[in-house]
């Protein structure tokens, strides 16, 4: 009952931020949960299975522009639903074509899928519609945007407790580990994987779905940048994408440290940005979750 | 038609000389370098410099360029790879983790280029002069970057097929476990590799900024093609790396004529997909 | 009931070489029969083919009167056929219960929660790991790494157990644990096919000898007339020779 309750404090508290804070606290705390959702979504599938994936902006981007070319069209809560559907056919094309096959396969299909989806949207855009770039008037301010990232942080979180209760999880992990034992006990690992693919792919696509009102103006350079990909990598790796915590925990300096280089030194910013995540890669194999329980068992071990 | 086939020749010959390189890396040094392309690209901006502020023509900056790949790839593999390799309880892990760290080290690439060059695309003219060659007109800088990629590709396969050290090369491709039994210094091997690689990605950006336009961010588009030219052919097949490039340089460049010039990456892809379909070892790889 | 097991003139080819040629045979409830041969006889392939590791090339694998051939190893293992490996797998990122957990909510029964786990502790208890199921599998020794193996296969209540090489490896002491640990499976019902090279484990272990040589099946009787077959005789000899 305790961890419930402060759960809900926090949450509660979470929501009522944006009433206190300005709009830059308010957008600065945007920004921060739509990377640890897409951070914790990346890690729910890519953590147990060590199948890398270098997607996440296919996705994610694909659920901004659908917002942008259905906000007229639709009303917004469909529009969700069908970005949604998108990213879920998407992933699972995706998915039965590369994960049947070994790893790194599947790394360098999804390391190439943004840059596809990019220039077959433009493609698109260009000789089928006429047009580049679009405009999104949704009567969505800064706070709602929040809100709805918040529930999606959350739904997540609950998606990843409830998996680490159930018995897919021990199939994941195992699959990570020697597919060939999983599928001797039983797995059916090319469909758990399929799975867990197909619904972290699909809460990526709405994190983007729901972000993209933000920009006033999309077109595909900028909702397809690689750096959503990359960033949201690294903050899963340097918290631990293993733990269910991990990604939030490696969220959140980060993060910070990449909203405050990006104003300091926009010019070098992609080279310090390179040059931390070799180091991450370093030092922290497993992630800091993982470093500090070794640590903490270490000390136990000292005090006995 | 028949110029047609000629600049998919020229761009698959240029295709299967960088995706030799990279070939090398993945197959014998076991790296998956993901800023390979980066590599080509920052040759490629070398080249330009080198042709527009000195006068130097691509043909002679090879020579300051490639031993610079040469050199820059040395010291990456010294500096990042190594550390890697020696952890790595398995291929997998070494997998994985280079992944990673190439990752990482695509932003910096990317970013020292942005700095310098902007985010423009770059192109410079040499040898624009139309050449005819049996009623089919093609630019002669397109016909020279075909040469050089047949004598370069030809020299490695010759070196690496005939010498003695292409010999040791080859056993670290097939068994990096048990070339040490035979006396072969597996680290040594792979850093050679993995420089020579380097160096190949070098020669390959020269060669593009003969005819093709590019930009910083054009090194994914490259890395990717270069990985999809690797595993049709075969991670380590050097001809089947020749094979699978000159097959998608046809592709695209028939795909560009005929169809749209917007769809070759996508086009690029379904070949990609068709092939991990019906032959996931590659065209010329063993069945495992 | 017939046989648990019946192998139809199974085939199988790697590019040129036929590892596995026209080979038949059916094997009995409650019986443990031993698959013998020398190296590259195609033991571990018939293995790997029954338990749907490997696709047949031709012929026809029923197991409890319904075909399987051409199912994925997941599906055959979750109709009660189950194997150890000639080198141990294990999962490394899970304990010792986690290890066995994952058969028993996948396999035949697909259990979860407490009695999942109680299957569990019962079967890691059978093969001598009582109470030790929140070690990690990375800190056991070999013998321990084959028992987990053995518990593993076991939580799931298979029909068939196949074993390839499960007794490898071990010490004089050991061997005597693990035949009689195999003894106590078939005391519990279970038809067992073992790969072995250990003849003396199985003298002790199996009733009926299966021999096969360069793939095909060239013996297959009582144990001790299999084993003084001419046949059987030359293609050990002869391997020894080479």
Same mark, same amino acid.
């Given at each position: 009952?305790?961890?419930?309750?402060?759960?809900?404090?926090?949450?509660?508290?979470?929501?009522?931020?944006? *009433?206190?804070?300005?709009?830059?606290?308010?957008?600065?705390?945007?920004?921060?949960?739509?990377?640890?959702?897409?951070?914790?979504?990346?890690?729910?599938?890519?953590?147990?299975?060590?199948?890398?994936?270098? &997607?996440?902006? &296919?996705?994610?981007?694909?659920?901004?522009?659908?917002?942008?070319?259905?906000?007229?069209? *639709?009303?917004?809560?469909?529009?969700?639903?069908?970005?949604?559907?998108?990213?879920?056919?998407?992933?699972?094309?995706?998915?039965?074509?590369?994960?049947?096959?070994?790893?790194?396969?599947?790394?360098?299909?999804?390391?190439?899928?943004?840059?596809?989806?990019?220039?077959?949207?433009?493609?698109?855009?260009?000789?089928?519609?006429?047009? *580049?770039?679009?405009?999104?008037?949704?009567?969505?301010?800064?706070?709602?945007?929040?809100?709805?990232?918040? &529930?999606?942080?959350?739904?997540?979180?609950?998606?990843?407790?409830?998996?680490?209760? !159930?018995?897919?999880?021990?199939?994941?992990?195992?699959?990570?580990?020697?597919?060939?034992?999983?599928?001797?006990?039983?797995?059916?690992?090319?469909?758990?994987?399929?799975?867990?693919?197909?619904? !972290?792919?699909?809460?990526?696509?709405?994190?983007?779905?729901?972000?993209?009102?933000?920009?006033?103006?999309?077109?595909?350079?900028?909702?397809?940048?690689?750096?959503?990909?990359?960033?949201?990598?690294?903050?899963? *790796?340097?918290?631990?994408?293993?733990?269910?915590?991990?990604?939030?925990?490696?969220?959140?300096?980060?993060?910070?440290?990449?909203?405050?280089? !990006?104003?300091?030194?926009?010019?070098?910013?992609?080279?310090?940005?390179?040059?931390?995540?070799?180091?991450?890669?370093?030092?922290?194999?497993?992630?800091?979750?993982?470093?500090?329980?070794?640590?903490?068992?270490?000390?136990?071990?000292? &005090?006995? | 038609?028949?110029?047609?086939?000629?600049?998919?020749?020229?761009?698959?010959?240029?295709?299967?000389? #960088?995706?030799?390189?990279?070939?090398?890396?993945?197959?014998?040094?076991?790296?998956?370098?993901?800023?390979?392309?980066?590599?080509?690209?920052?040759?490629?901006?070398?080249?330009?410099?080198?042709? @527009?502020?000195?006068?130097?023509?691509?043909?002679?900056?090879?020579?300051? #360029?490639?031993?610079?790949?040469?050199?820059?790839?040395?010291?990456?593999?010294?500096?990042?790879?190594?550390? $890697?390799?020696?952890?790595?309880?398995?291929?997998?892990?070494?997998?994985?983790?280079?992944?990673?760290?190439?990752?990482?080290? /695509?932003?910096?690439?990317?970013?020292?280029?942005?700095?310098?060059?902007?985010?423009?695309?770059?192109?410079?003219?040499? /040898?624009?002069?139309?050449?005819?060659? $049996?009623?089919?007109?093609?630019?002669?800088?397109?016909?020279?970057?075909?040469? /050089?990629?047949? #004598?370069?590709?030809?020299?490695?396969?010759?070196?690496?097929?005939?010498?003695?050290?292409?010999?040791?090369?080859?056993?670290?491709?097939?068994?990096?476990?048990?070339?040490?039994?035979?006396?072969?210094?597996?680290?040594?091997?792979?850093?050679?590799?993995?420089?020579?690689?380097?160096?190949?990605?070098?020669?390959?950006?020269?060669?593009?900024?003969?005819?093709?336009?590019?930009?910083?961010?054009?090194?994914?588009?490259?890395?990717?093609?270069? $990985?999809?030219?690797?595993?049709?052919?075969?991670?380590?097949?050097?001809?089947?790396?020749?094979?699978?490039?000159?097959?998608?340089?046809?592709?695209? @460049?028939?795909?560009?004529?005929?169809?749209?010039?917007?769809?070759?990456?996508?086009?690029?892809?379904?070949?990609? /997909?068709? $092939?991990?379909?019906?032959?996931?070892?590659?065209?010329?790889?063993?069945?495992? | 009931?017939?046989?648990?097991?019946?192998?139809?003139?199974?085939?199988?080819?790697?590019?040129?070489?036929?590892?596995?040629?026209?080979?038949? =045979?059916?094997?009995?409830?409650?019986?443990?029969?031993?698959?013998?041969?020398?190296?590259?006889?195609?033991?571990?392939?018939?293995? %790997?083919?029954?338990?749907?590791?490997?696709?047949?090339?031709?012929?026809?694998?029923? =197991?409890?009167?319904?075909?399987?051939?051409?199912?994925?190893?997941?599906?055959?293992?979750?109709?009660?056929?189950?194997?150890? =490996?000639?080198?141990?797998?294990?999962?490394?990122?899970?304990?010792?219960?986690? %290890?066995?957990?994952?058969?028993?909510?996948?396999?035949?029964?697909?259990?979860?929660?407490? +009695?999942?786990?109680?299957?569990?502790?019962?079967?890691?208890?059978?093969?001598?790991?009582?109470?030790?199921?929140?070690?990690?599998?990375?800190?056991?020794?070999?013998?321990?790494?084959?028992?987990?193996?053995?518990?593993?296969?076991?939580?799931?209540?298979?029909?068939?157990?196949?074993?390839?090489?499960?007794?490898?490896?071990? %010490?004089? +002491?050991?061997?005597?644990?693990?035949?009689?640990?195999?003894?106590?499976?078939?005391?519990?019902?279970?038809?067992?096919?073992?790969?072995?090279?250990?003849?003396?484990?199985?003298?002790?272990?199996?009733?009926?000898?299966?021999?096969?040589?360069?793939?095909?099946?060239?013996?297959?009787?009582?144990?001790?007339?299999?084993?003084?077959?001419?046949?059987?005789?030359? +293609?050990?000899?002869?391997?020894?020779?080479?």
């Amino acid at each position: 009952m305790k961890p419930f309750l402060f759960g809900l404090l926090v949450i509660g508290l979470l929501a009522w931020a944006p *009433l206190v804070l300005n709009d830059y606290g308010t957008g600065l705390l945007l920004g921060l949960t739509g990377y640890a959702t897409l951070a914790t979504a990346w890690a729910m599938f890519s953590g147990p299975t060590r199948y890398v994936s270098l &997607a996440t902006v &296919a996705f994610f981007g694909i659920g901004a522009y659908t917002v942008a070319v259905l906000s007229e069209t *639709l009303p917004y809560p469909l529009v969700l639903v069908v970005a949604a559907l998108i990213g879920l056919s998407v992933s699972l094309v995706v998915g039965l074509a590369t994960l049947r096959l070994a790893g790194v396969y599947f790394v360098i299909f999804s390391f190439g899928l943004a840059e596809l989806v990019r220039q077959t949207v433009t493609w698109y855009e260009v000789n089928v519609t006429g047009t *580049l770039g679009r405009y999104i008037f949704l009567p969505l301010e800064a706070r709602h945007i929040y809100w709805q990232l918040l &529930a999606l942080l959350v739904l997540t979180l609950l998606i990843g407790i409830y998996m680490r209760k !159930s018995r897919i999880w021990l199939a994941l992990v195992a699959v990570g580990d020697d597919e060939v034992a999983a599928r001797h006990a039983g797995v059916d690992v090319t469909r758990t994987k399929l799975a867990l693919f197909a619904l !972290s792919a699909t809460i990526i696509t709405l994190v983007g779905a729901i972000q993209a009102p933000r920009w006033t103006y999309v077109e595909p350079t900028i909702v397809f940048n690689p750096t959503i990909s990359f960033l949201t990598l690294v903050m899963a *790796l340097l918290g631990g994408a293993g733990k269910l915590w991990g990604p939030i925990v490696g969220a959140i300096p980060l993060f910070l440290l990449f909203e405050w280089l !990006s104003a300091n030194f926009p010019n070098h910013y992609s080279i310090i940005l390179g040059g931390i995540f070799i180091l991450i890669v370093f030092a922290v194999p497993n992630g800091i979750l993982a470093r500090l329980e070794t640590l903490g068992q270490r000390r136990k071990g000292e &005090a006995q | 038609m028949f110029e047609h086939l000629i600049n998919g020749l020229v761009l698959g010959g240029t295709y299967a000389l #960088v995706a030799m390189g990279l070939t090398l890396q993945y197959g014998i040094a076991r790296i998956m370098n993901l800023s390979f392309g980066d590599t080509v690209i920052a040759a490629a901006f070398a080249a330009y410099v080198l042709f @527009t502020a000195l006068g130097l023509s691509p043909l002679l900056s090879l020579l300051i #360029v490639v031993p610079a790949g040469f050199a820059f790839s040395y010291g990456i593999f010294s500096l990042i790879m190594r550390p $890697l390799v020696r952890r790595s309880a398995n291929s997998e892990a070494l997998e994985v983790d280079s992944i990673l760290a190439t990752f990482g080290l /695509l932003f910096v690439i990317q970013g020292v280029l942005l700095v310098l060059f902007g985010g423009n695309f770059t192109s410079y003219s040499y /040898l624009n002069v139309p050449v005819d060659i $049996l009623g089919a007109v093609v630019a002669l800088n397109r016909l020279s970057a075909l040469i /050089l990629a047949a #004598v370069l590709g030809g020299a490695l396969v010759l070196l690496l097929m005939r010498t003695r050290w292409g010999l040791r090369m080859r056993a670290v491709a097939i068994s990096a476990s048990s070339a040490p039994l035979v006396g072969i210094n597996v680290i040594q091997t792979s850093r050679m590799a993995f420089a020579i690689g380097g160096a190949l990605a070098a020669s390959g950006g020269v060669v593009i900024s003969m005819y093709q336009t590019f930009t910083v961010t054009s090194g994914v588009v490259f890395t990717m093609k270069a $990985l999809i030219v690797v595993i049709m052919g075969g991670k380590g097949s050097l001809p089947g790396a020749l094979a699978a490039g000159l097959i998608l340089g046809l592709v695209e @460049t028939f795909v560009a004529a005929y169809i749209d010039p917007g769809l070759t990456l996508a086009s690029t892809y379904l070949i990609f /997909l068709a $092939l991990l379909l019906l032959r996931p070892s590659g065209l010329f790889g063993k069945a495992s | 009931m017939s046989e648990v097991l019946k192998v139809d003139g199974v085939s199988r080819r790697f590019g040129g070489l036929l590892a596995v040629n026209n080979v038949s =045979f059916a094997i009995e409830p409650g019986q443990i029969v031993g698959l013998l041969g020398p190296n590259g006889s195609g033991k571990t392939t018939m293995l %790997n083919m029954i338990s749907g590791a490997l696709k047949v090339s031709g012929g026809q694998i029923a =197991f409890q009167d319904q075909l399987v051939t051409g199912l994925p190893a997941h599906k055959i293992a979750k109709r009660g056929v189950a194997r150890t =490996f000639q080198l141990v797998r294990s999962l490394p990122s899970l304990t010792l219960t986690e %290890n066995v957990l994952i058969s028993a909510a996948y396999g035949r029964e697909r259990l979860w929660g407490a +009695a999942a786990l109680d299957k569990v502790a019962e079967n890691l208890a059978l093969v001598g790991l009582e109470g030790r199921g929140d070690e990690p599998v990375a800190d056991l020794t070999y013998i321990d790494l084959k028992r987990m193996e053995l518990a593993r296969a076991m939580v799931a209540d298979p029909k068939l157990l196949l074993l390839d090489e499960w007794l490898a490896g071990l %010490n004089p +002491a050991e061997l005597q644990i693990g035949v009689d640990l195999i003894r106590r499976l078939q005391q519990r019902g279970i038809t067992i096919l073992l790969v072995e090279h250990i003849m003396d484990a199985v003298r002790a272990t199996c009733a009926r000898c299966i021999v096969m040589s360069a793939g095909a099946v060239i013996a297959d009787g009582p144990t001790d007339q299999a084993l003084a077959d001419p046949e059987v005789i030359r +293609a050990y000899l002869g391997d020894d020779d080479a």
